[in-house]
T-cell receptor, first 115, second 111 residues
Framework: DTEVTQTPKHLVMGMTNKKSLKCEQH?????MYWYKQKAKKPPELMFV???????INESVPSRFSPECPNSSLLNLHLHALQPEDSALYLC??????????????FGPGTRLTVL | EDKVVQSPLSLVVHEGDTVTLNCSYE??????LLWYKQEKKAPTFLFML????IEKKSGRLSSILDKKELFSILNITATQTGDSAVYLC???????????FGKGTHLIIQP
């Protein structure tokens, strides 16, 4: 298995809803990432998990809550989002965060719309 | 603040043309530069460059890095309509660092 999968593909939620995005990889990668991409903009880093521990949080608001239950799975829990949080949410993984040189491989993304 | 600048931001050429996309960077901690192609959804990995002067090649695509002048170029020869996409350049500080992306070059290949 050489890919990163994300579910759901699309999500529409109200500002009072609680939902979760899921990311999975079975490549044995030990670092996983969440990026947010607004229309016509490049991806922006949100969180990094290295060996299942949160290693980078790019000052993301607390209405986004990441979770890494095991080395293959990464979740992003969403609560009380704002319409400006509507974006494509991309998950990525890389083989070994202890190496200097790491390609990151991206999942297909979840397109989130907040009403 | 880390900066990755791509040029041009958009480019329209005809099928068969050769294009050169540019990426310059100013970052505090550099380990590698990566190129991605993004169509409708996720960025797909093209190249990772870590050493100056060594060309990476894959079919009609090639890329090279100049660590002294802090830039990279991506060349596409004999372009096809399927090459139409946004090409993203990103820099990594290594380890588990996230990527810092440029704004991308939106390439359109006309038949």
């Amino acid at each position: 298995d050489t890919e990163v999968t994300q579910t759901p593909k699309h999500l529409v939620m109200g500002m009072t809803n609680k939902k979760s995005l899921k990311c999975e990889q079975h490549m044995g990668h030990r670092a996983m990432y969440w990026y947010k991409q607004k229309a016509k903009k490049p991806p922006e880093l949100m969180f990094v998990y290295s060996y299942e521990k949160l290693s980078i949080n790019e000052s993301v608001p607390s209405r986004f809550s990441p979770e890494c239950p095991n080395s293959s799975l990464l979740n992003l829990h969403l609560h009380a989002l704002q319409p400006e949080d509507s974006a494509l949410y991309l998950c990525a993984s890389t083989q070994d965060s202890r190496r200097s040189y790491n390609e990151q491989f991206f999942g297909p993304g979840t397109r989130l719309t907040v009403l | 603040e880390d900066k990755v600048v791509q040029s041009p931001l958009s480019l329209v050429v005809h099928e068969g043309d050769t294009v050169t996309l540019n990426c310059s960077y100013e970052v505090t901690n550099f380990r590698s530069l990566l190129w991605y192609k993004q169509e409708k959804k996720a960025p797909t990995f093209l190249f990772m460059l870590t050493s100056s002067g060594i060309e990476k090649k894959s079919g009609r695509l090639s890329s090279i890095l100049d660590k002294k002048e802090l830039f990279s170029i991506l060349n596409i020869t004999a372009t096809q309509t399927g090459d139409s996409a946004v090409y993203l350049c990103a820099v990594s500080g290594g380890g588990a660092d996230g990527l810092t992306f440029g704004k991308g070059t939106h390439l359109i290949i006309q038949p």
